[in-house]
């Protein structure tokens, strides 16, 4: 078959051009306000961007120069591969930049009038009941600032600067210079203060509420330190229990997959992995050993049966529990039964989570037998679910009970490794880790509070220059409302709750109690959001669309690179531009493949009419004449130079080489770190952790103290069945109408609300399923038992429903997940056929509970509800379109999903 | 073994992550590499495509991912259909040129593994060009195995690959019984498997260290039941049929006949009744 072998290659050689007119570094990790990421390459031609490809860290360097970390372990080694190892959202994100959804010009809501008195309907008027109906109409920079500046003037002179909320947290693309969050702090501190949204801890709920008085471990109740616990690990641990963890997910967007890498050679070297979670997540589809399948947040009961078998059998460390905890004969008594006459055993678990009693046994056995490590990776159930206290109390108690601490027993991470320690999990990562300043405050505590915010990642002294420029704008927010209780709080004031008057706050700050509105001050009448995605991501979120169409709220900015989820509730809506249109210095800190620090050059021009964060909010303050305040004196290239000077960097390698190279990698260190808590291990007494009594709390004394009766949250972690709080729980009455329990994992295709519209990923059938009428729809799995009672076959349109909404999904019948569960990822975005009531986009969000973990823990509780999941008939979704025609004929681009040209009324 | 180019897939380290499917997108939707590639059309179609396997039922399902892509055949279909339009470089790959491929809709139906699409507005047949463009201009490998977190694709000439082509396989086309000598080579795809959990009902245990004998013909294989009564047989052929055995001393041994692995085979929880 040479007969037609190409014979003029050089000619052909010759015709193509692959090359690139600029190439530049972009970090891709979508976790924001922490650190860039992952580097990529990214190629750029006649100013469109051509090819993203992972960064060969040997481009312009030898890798003598990196002192390249491994780690060694039973005859094997582990290291880094010489390039960056991109996730799938970061390999296909040009058309991020390029999406028919990216807002292009500044947007106002059609029958929005900003004369209109408030709660004024019609023509001229205000129609706040009309968000997230009506459609918008483009207007030009100097409209849109102006709108914007006379109604902060008016709100501020009518209510008082506090009417003003600001929403201005969560992840975003890894920005610095330009802060993706927080940039409008900066102008509202000017005009005398205002309300900020302070985030709850929503992707470790359970571990602050909960874990944190069982084990310290600031600041957010997992495993601390985490210095050097895979090499460990590898060399010392048996078993690993993948406990909700879904390695192959979570850590896609913000890290790459190293993580990946990682599994792939734990198990090489015979480390088992024993997967526990309701579904067959992506991790254990292909690294589990095992899988044992749980219900949804019922992971207490199969705690507490595991702790009955050690303690019947006699087989956990009974030494270090005399010397290392407080409280364990409390734990001791409930386990047993001697409290409530009810024996936590393998057979009353099994009723409550739906693991066989003998595979309960054998769980507890082997777990006992082999040296064991658990294993996460943020999101789940189990820690975003009603009580999740629990759960997050009786993890650290079991790690207790098997000598927490010593060689190969610890809580480690598949994620945001290197965040909340000194040093990471894998070892010898950089010898500095550069922290690089972000030129937005973000979310300060208010006035007379303390705390960090993630300003956590600023750290002061600053030279004098940055000094200048954050002290510029010196004042806190006025007042505070914790994220999860924004509906209440606008809809119900006043509200009061326990904690969150920070992000990064001890436990003992759980202990004091907040009121909103504070004494003298406003309630909200305006919101500004740069973080538009409450709707997709938090709790309740129905009650928060009730909350942005009251009369009450007169105003609502959004600013934002692309038209989705809150935007939607907005009344002008300012286009922002992404960083790859923009100038900028990143970090990988997290990737886990080597530490490095990067120029990040303007890849392309701005698409339409966008600007920078912070440019955005200039735009604004020059109409109230607060421009050079807003602005400050710093050009880009020297807030680049200063970030650079002052991240540690500096000392290795010098501005110019910096620049000219537009990266660097930190050089790894050789010294090992003494891994995980083995201080607390060894000596107690010299090593305490964080709680009260240095010791690991069974029965927290710090819940003793202050709510010795709390039902909810006793001081001795508990099964709940149902409280006051939640009634979530296959025994409720509920489940006459809602049988199943849905879970809600962090999504496998977005990074919780980012990138829903790359067309690439939503081809691929566990990211949107193809409905009959060709919408593109969020899957929903369920198992086939399960279908076939509903008449469901795979593909089907499909509703996922229980008291509060209705949302709209594919069917994915899979034998991934357990009978009894519904499962559907959050994120996709939002597409109301009946805002409040009924979502077409996939919003499960919408569904989730109302009520915060329970009466005085404030977070939020996102799986582990109650639902049911029905076929949608032909008749229903007729009388949908019937009735609101509107939600129907809106543009939609098959590809992308929701788009701009779906919202945008053309002149 | 040649010198001709060759890929080399490792199924077991195959994570799923669609990176290749997707870094294929990334370099030539909406880019044109003439006179290798005109574009390919944003959606609908997949020069490298990921195909999911889901196999077994609960709690005993596994995963696994076969990326699909052109497979470069040292006797290539399309080369007969179309032998003015395609041809085959020296390095092996095979190129359908776009100029005078335009308009030969046969193609798509020429390929016996379907990996040639029909882009409608080009009124051209297309598919993977082992990313030629970049090799000839310094690239070391195409965009699907550089963008591999999991280092499962490997590329170069069949003589560098040797050791690995001897232990792997080759897809089956879709006109079985044709060979087309492909040069995408598969490691560890999974065969079938049939697993289970054995238990005593009465004390509610599960039963560590049954024997579990697999029979068919004259071939058996044993496996011991694991600390959570589990066992599983894998690589098993699917067109067989397996006779199951299993003991434990003081039950009941229970036996299982005609097992046939066409799709995995979970046999769920098994009970082991005790010896009266």
């Known amino acids: 078959m040479e007969g037609n072998t190409d014979t003029s290659m050089s000619s052909r050689r010759d015709k193509v051009d692959i090359g690139a007119d600029k190439q530049v570094i972009k970090g891709l990790s979508l976790i924001g306000t922490a650190e860039a990421g992952s580097p990529a390459v990214v190629d750029v031609k006649n100013g469109r961007i051509t090819r993203i490809r992972p960064l060969d860290y040997e481009w312009k360097y030898d890798k003598q120069d990196f002192n390249v970390w491994k780690m060694e372990a039973r005859g094997n080694s582990f290291g880094p591969p010489m390039h960056a190892v991109l996730g799938p959202i970061m390999t296909s994100y040009k058309k991020r930049v390029y999406s028919k959804n990216r807002v292009r010009y500044p947007l106002k809501r059609v029958d929005w009038d900003p004369n209109g008195a408030q709660g004024s309907t019609g023509p001229g008027g205000r129609n706040t009941q009309n968000r997230g109906t009506s459609k918008y109409v483009r207007i030009t920079w100097d409209e849109a600032a102006e709108i914007v500046a006379s109604e902060l003037k008016r709100v501020g002179t009518t209510y008082g600067p506090e009417a003003v909320l600001s929403q201005s947290d969560g992840h975003c693309e890894g920005k610095h210079l330009q802060s993706a969050r927080g940039c409008m702090g900066r102008l509202l501190s000017l005009l005398g203060g205002y309300t900020i949204q302070m985030r709850n801890l929503d992707s470790w709920e359970g571990w602050v509420w909960g874990g944190k008085h069982v084990w310290g471990c600031e600041p957010v109740g997992e495993m601390t330190p985490m210095a050097d616990l895979y090499p460990?690990?590898?060399?010392?641990?048996?078993?690993?229990?993948?406990?909700?963890?879904?390695?192959?997910?979570?850590?896609?967007?913000?890290?790459?997959?190293?993580?990946?890498?990682?599994?792939?050679?734990?198990?090489?070297?015979?480390?088992?992995?024993?997967?526990?979670?309701?579904?067959?997540?992506?991790?254990?589809?292909?690294?589990?050993?095992?899988?044992?399948?749980?219900?949804?947040?019922?992971?207490?009961?199969?705690?507490?049966?595991?702790?009955?078998?050690?303690?019947?059998?006699?087989?956990?460390?009974?030494?270090?529990?005399?010397?290392?905890?407080?409280?364990?004969?409390?734990?001791?008594?409930?386990?047993?039964?001697?409290?409530?006459?009810?024996?936590?055993?393998?057979?009353?678990?099994?009723?409550?989570?739906?693991?066989?009693?003998?595979?309960?046994?054998?769980?507890?056995?082997?777990?006992?037998?082999?040296?064991?490590?658990?294993?996460?990776g943020n999101g789940g159930p189990g820690i975003r679910g009603p009580y999740s206290t629990e759960p997050g109390r009786l993890e650290p108690m079991l790690l207790g009970m098997r000598g927490l601490g010593k060689p190969g027993v610890h809580q480690a991470k598949m994620i945001e490794w290197p965040m909340f320690t000194e040093?990471?999990?894998?070892?010898?990562?950089?010898?500095?880790?550069?922290?690089?300043?972000?030129?937005?405050?973000?979310?300060?505590?208010?006035?007379?509070?303390?705390?960090?915010?993630?300003?956590?990642?600023?750290?002061?002294?600053?030279?004098?220059?940055?000094?200048?420029?954050?002290?510029?704008?010196?004042?806190?927010?006025?007042?505070?409302?914790?994220?999860?209780?924004?509906?209440?709080?606008?809809?119900?004031?006043?509200?009061?709750?326990?904690?969150?008057?920070?992000?990064?706050?001890?436990?003992?700050?759980?202990?004091?109690?907040?009121?909103?509105?504070?004494?003298?001050?406003?309630?909200?009448?305006?919101?500004?959001?740069?973080?538009?995605?409450?709707?997709?991501?938090?709790?309740?979120?129905?009650?928060?669309?009730?909350?942005?169409?009251?009369?009450?709220?007169?105003?609502?900015?959004?600013?934002?690179?692309?038209?989705?989820?809150?935007?939607?509730?907005?009344?002008?809506?300012?286009?922002?531009?992404?960083?790859?249109?923009?100038?900028?210095?990143?970090?990988?800190?997290?990737?886990?493949?080597?530490?490095?620090?990067?120029?990040?050059?303007?890849?392309?021009?701005?698409?339409?009419?966008?600007?920078?964060?912070?440019d955005v909010v200039i735009k604004i303050a020059e109409k109230l004449g607060l421009r050079d305040e807003v602005a400050g004196k710093l050009t880009s290239e020297q807030m680049r130079k200063l970030a650079f000077e002052w991240s540690g960097v500096h000392n290795l390698v010098s501005w110019e080489e910096f620049k000219a190279k537009e990266y660097f990698v930190i050089p790894c260190d050789n010294e090992e770190k003494t891994p995980g808590l083995r201080g607390f291990y060894e000596d107690p007494a010299a090593n305490p952790l964080t709680t009260p009594t240095g010791l690991l709390e069974y029965s927290c004394t710090a819940l003793e103290e202050h709510f010795p009766d709390d039902p909810e949250r006793p001081p001795v972690a508990q099964w709940?069945?149902?409280?006051?709080?939640?009634?979530?729980?296959?025994?409720?009455?509920?489940?006459?109408?809602?049988?199943?329990?849905?879970?809600?994992?962090?999504?496998?295709?977005?990074?919780?609300?980012?990138?829903?519209?790359?067309?690439?990923?939503?081809?691929?059938?566990?990211?949107?399923?193809?409905?009959?009428?060709?919408?593109?729809?969020?899957?929903?799995?369920?198992?086939?038992?399960?279908?076939?009672?509903?008449?469901?076959?795979?593909?089907?349109?499909?509703?996922?429903?229980?008291?509060?909404?209705?949302?709209?999904?594919?069917?994915?019948?899979?034998?991934?997940?357990?009978?009894?569960?519904?499962?559907?990822?959050?994120?996709?975005?939002?597409?109301?056929?009946?805002?409040?009531?009924?979502?077409?986009?996939?919003?499960?969000?919408?569904?989730?509970?109302?009520?915060?973990?329970?009466?005085?823990?404030?977070?939020?509780?996102?799986?582990?509800?109650?639902?049911?999941?029905?076929?949608?008939?032909?008749?229903?979704?007729?009388?949908?379109?019937?009735?609101?025609?509107?939600?129907?004929?809106?543009?939609y681009d098959l590809a992308t999903g929701v788009s701009l040209s779906g919202w945008l009324i053309e002149p | 073994m040649s010198e001709k180019?060759?890929?080399?897939?490792?199924?077991?380290?195959?994570?799923?992550?669609?990176?290749?499917?997707?870094?294929?997108?990334?370099?030539?939707?909406?880019?044109?590499?003439?006179?290798?590639?005109?574009?390919?059309?944003?959606?609908?179609?997949?020069w490298l495509r990921v195909d999911p396997h889901e196999c077994g039922t609960i709690p005993k399902v596994r995963m696994h991912y076969i990326p699909r892509l052109c497979n470069h055949c040292d006797d290539a279909s399309c080369m007969v259909a179309a032998p003015d339009a395609v041809y085959r470089r020296e390095d092996g790959l095979v190129i359908i040129d776009p100029e005078k491929a335009t308009g030969n809709r046969a193609l798509v139906d020429s390929c016996p593994y379907g990996v040639i699409y029909w882009n409608e507005e080009l009124n051209l047949p297309q598919k993977c060009t082992g990313c030629a463009h970049l090799l000839d201009n310094g690239n070391g490998v195409p965009r699907c195995v550089e963008a591999c977190p999991t280092d499962a694709f490997k590329f170069g000439t069949e003589t560098e690959l040797k050791e690995l082509i001897a232990e792997a396989e080759v897809l089956q086309p879709l006109q079985p019984k044709s060979d087309h000598s492909p040069r995408v080579y598969y490691l560890n795809i999974p065969k079938g498997f049939i697993a289970g959990t054995v238990y005593d009902p009465v004390d509610r245990e599960v039963v560590i260290g049954a024997v579990c004998l697999?029979?068919?013909?004259?071939?058996?294989?044993?496996?011991?039941?694991?600390?959570?009564?589990?066992?599983?047989?894998?690589?098993?052929?699917?067109?067989?049929?397996?006779?199951?055995?299993?003991?434990?001393?003081?039950?009941?041994?229970?036996?299982?006949?005609?097992?046939?692995?066409?799709?995995?085979?979970?046999?769920?929880?098994?009970?082991?009744?005790?010896?009266?």
């Open chain 1, 232 to 376: 460990d690990i590898a060399q010392h641990t048996d078993l690993l229990l993948f406990w909700g963890c879904d390695p192959e997910t979570t850590a896609h967007a913000i890290n790459g997959q190293m993580a990946s890498r990682l599994c792939y050679w734990l198990s090489e070297i015979g480390i088992k992995s024993v997967y526990v979670c309701p579904d067959l997540n992506y991790g254990a589809a292909v690294h589990a050993d095992k899988w044992i399948p749980v219900l949804p947040n019922t992971d207490a009961a199969l705690h507490l049966a595991i702790a009955y078998v050690w303690l019947t059998e006699g087989t956990y460390d009974k030494e270090y529990i005399a010397t290392h905890a407080y409280g364990f004969d409390k734990f001791q008594a409930y386990v047993l039964g001697e409290e409530d006459g009810e024996p936590k055993t393998p057979a009353w678990a099994s009723e409550k989570c739906g693991v066989p009693e003998w595979t309960i046994k054998a769980l507890a056995r082997d777990w006992a037998k082999k040296v064991t490590s658990i294993v996460h």
């Open chain 1, 423 to 614: 040093h990471a999990p894998l070892p010898y990562q950089g010898k500095i880790q550069p922290v690089l300043p972000h030129f937005a405050d973000i979310i300060p505590p208010a006035r007379g509070l303390s705390g960090q915010g993630l300003g956590a990642y600023t750290p002061k002294p600053h030279t004098p220059e940055l000094n200048e420029w954050f002290e510029a704008a010196g004042l806190p927010p006025t007042q505070f409302i914790p994220k999860c209780l924004v509906p209440d709080a606008i809809l119900h004031p006043p509200i009061s709750w326990w904690g969150m008057q920070s992000f990064f706050g001890p436990a003992s700050d759980q202990f004091v109690k907040h009121t909103f509105p504070r004494e003298g001050c406003s309630e909200i009448h305006m919101v500004w959001t740069d973080s538009p995605c409450w709707t997709t991501c938090w709790n309740d979120t129905n009650s928060f669309i009730e909350a942005m169409r009251q009369p009450s709220i007169e105003c609502i900015v959004a600013q934002h690179p692309w038209l989705e989820n809150d935007c939607l509730l907005a009344d002008v809506i300012l286009p922002v531009a992404t960083k790859f249109e923009l100038d900028d210095i990143g970090n990988d800190i997290g990737s886990g493949v080597f530490t490095s620090m990067y120029l990040e050059n303007q890849a392309v021009d701005p698409v339409g009419e966008s600007l920078g964060d912070f």
């Open chain 1, 720 to 891: 709940i069945e149902t409280g006051e709080s939640h009634d979530e729980r296959l025994s409720s009455e509920r489940t006459k109408d809602y049988p199943l329990l849905c879970m809600s994992n962090h999504p496998h295709w977005r990074m919780h609300a980012q990138a829903d519209d790359i067309t690439w990923t939503r081809e691929i059938q566990t990211m949107k399923l193809k409905g009959p009428d060709g919408y593109m729809y969020e899957p929903v799995w369920i198992h086939p038992s399960e279908a076939k009672k509903r008449g469901i076959q795979f593909g089907d349109l499909v509703k996922i429903f229980n008291e509060r909404g209705v949302v709209l999904g594919g069917a994915y019948v899979t034998e991934r997940v357990m009978p009894q569960v519904a499962y559907m990822d959050h994120g996709a975005r939002w597409d109301p056929i009946i805002p409040g009531e009924v979502d077409r986009g996939g919003v499960i969000n919408t569904l989730t509970p109302h009520n915060i973990i329970s009466k005085k823990a404030t977070g939020m509780v996102v799986s582990g509800f109650l639902v049911e999941v029905a076929r949608v008939t032909d008749e229903e979704l007729a009388a949908w379109r019937r009735d609101y025609p509107e939600a129907f004929d809106r543009d």
């Open chain 2, 5 to 46: 180019k060759a890929f080399v897939i490792d199924v077991a380290r195959c994570s799923g992550c669609y990176n290749c499917q997707l870094a294929c997108k990334d370099e030539y939707c909406d880019n044109n590499w003439m006179p290798y590639a005109k574009p390919q059309p944003d959606v609908g179609q997949f």
């Open chain 2, 214 to 276: 697999l029979t068919c013909g004259g071939d058996e294989w044993t496996v011991i039941t694991d600390d959570y009564g589990d066992f599983w047989f894998e690589n098993l052929q699917q067109e067989r049929q397996y006779d199951l055995k299993i003991e434990s001393t003081g039950f009941i041994t229970k036996s299982f006949t005609a097992l046939s692995p066409v799709k995995d085979i979970n046999l769920g929880d098994v009970p082991l009744d005790r010896k009266a």
